[in-house]
């Protein structure tokens, strides 16, 4: 039987929702995850320190008993934020980056910045306190083709911006192109990337394989074969600027399932068995732990875990659906073989 033994990984991109939902899906993230950063884009978005306190402790009271599982919190930056707000963050102690959505980009974005300029005080203050900055790179623009907005978002947005910023720690998260991949791997010291499974697995065919599959929708959208490659070689190549975020982000089955389907695909179900699969795909396994349970820590300056999990190369089909709270949630590969299980998680 093929086992693979890894230092315990984190989820460094997560959405785990709020209330019955929350209560549905944070075990699964708690099962494999010693710790994960928690994306804030809930309504109304967690924008403030005392938001983030309130929703950190309906996390912890969801999670299953004797769960050790450790959320790590996020701020959502709007045209609002005050400096003063960023440094109560770092004094709270549990909130561990500050998460940049263009205004319009994505799910309950609206709230998000509509000028960069206009946070221009708050992010001094980050690069002065080493406050990591957590970006959705993508151009919301209605004229940027849907396929282009990572890449116009990087000459437009970020690399200007970190050039004016030039002590700013930034994470581009689930980063989708071969742009990408060269623009993290060649930029400055302090900017790294997350990559979500679903972008190793699939480019975006998987979104019309047959007719239009809601299932395969998130966002930034799937991409070209070329730059699932560019990825795959990213995650794989043992670079500490590439680290596990699932950007697993539920969403009700008729909201998917719709005439105008939200985008976010779950995954948390199978999420490090899926990473496991990507990595074998190229014959990369012994990689899989600095990215899956190294990179980030040591990125975010936290410890790295001292216990372990181990999976098993033994096939397994997850439910077509899952309980969603009030709702059905449809999981990634749901009614489908998943390649590797779970197989033990061992205290240190
Ligand atoms: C995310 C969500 O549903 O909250 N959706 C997604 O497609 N990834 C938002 C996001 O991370 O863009
Ligand atoms: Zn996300």
Same mark, same amino acid.
């Given at each position: ?10 989820? =460094?991109? /997560?959405?785990?929702?709020?209330? #019955? ?16 950063? /928690? ?49 109560? *963050?770092?004094? &709270? ?9 263009? #205004? ?14 206009? !946070?221009? @005080? ?12 957590? !970006?959705? @790179? ?28 030039? @002590? ?61 490659? &560019? ?17 697993? #982000? ?41 990215? *899956?349970?190294?990179?980030? &820590? ?17 096939? =397994?089909?997850?439910?077509? !659906? ?7 949630? !449809? ?8 390649? =590797?299980?779970? &197989? ?5």
């Amino acid at each position: 039987m093929t086992t693979v033994t890894l230092r315990r990984p984190d989820d =460094w991109h /997560v959405h785990l929702r709020d209330g #019955a939902a929350l209560g549905a899906v944070v075990k699964f993230t708690a099962e494999r995850f010693g710790r994960a950063i /928690v994306m804030p884009n809930l309504k109304p978005p967690i924008a403030t320190v005392e938001l983030a306190r309130g929703y950190r402790d309906r996390i912890l009271a969801a999670l299953p008993q004797n769960s050790r599982f450790e959320p790590l919190l996020t701020l959502y930056l709007t045209n609002d934020t005050t400096p003063q707000e960023i440094d109560r *963050a770092r004094a &709270a102690g549990f909130i561990h980056g500050v998460k940049l959505y263009p #205004a319009g980009a994505t799910t309950h974005s609206d709230a998000g910045v509509t000028d960069i300029a206009k !946070v221009s @005080g708050v992010l001094a203050r980050m690069e002065n306190i080493g406050m990591p900055l957590l !970006v959705h @790179g993508e151009s919301p623009h209605p004229d940027v083709d849907v396929f282009d907005r990572e890449t116009h978002f990087i000459d437009a947005v970020l690399q200007p911006l970190l050039g004016r910023f030039p @002590g700013l720690r930034v994470v581009f998260e689930h980063i989708t192109t071969a742009r990408a991949v060269e623009f993290v791997a060649g930029a400055r010291a302090g900017v790294a990337a997350t990559i979500t499974p679903q972008h190793l697995l699939h480019n975006r065919n998987a979104i019309f394989s047959g007719g239009i599959r809601p299932h395969y929708y998130c966002l930034p959208i799937l991409k070209r074969e070329g730059d699932r490659q &560019a990825l795959l070689g990213a995650a794989t190549g043992g670079t500490p600027r590439f680290f596990l975020g699932t950007d697993s #982000a539920p969403h009700e089955r008729a909201t998917k399932e719709s005439a105008c389907g939200c985008a976010g695909m779950f995954t948390a179900h199978a999420a490090l068995e899926l990473y496991a699969e990507a990595f074998e795909s190229v014959g990369r396994l012994d990689r899989l732990e600095g990215f *899956a349970s190294c990179f980030g &820590a040591d990125f975010y300056r936290l410890p790295r875990h001292d216990d372990t999990i181990t999976l098993v190369k033994e096939s =397994w089909v997850p439910p077509q !659906v899952y309980d969603f709270g009030h709702g059905a949630l !449809v999981p990634y590969r749901g009614g489908e073989p998943v390649a =590797w299980r779970i &197989a033990d998680s061992r205290a240190a």
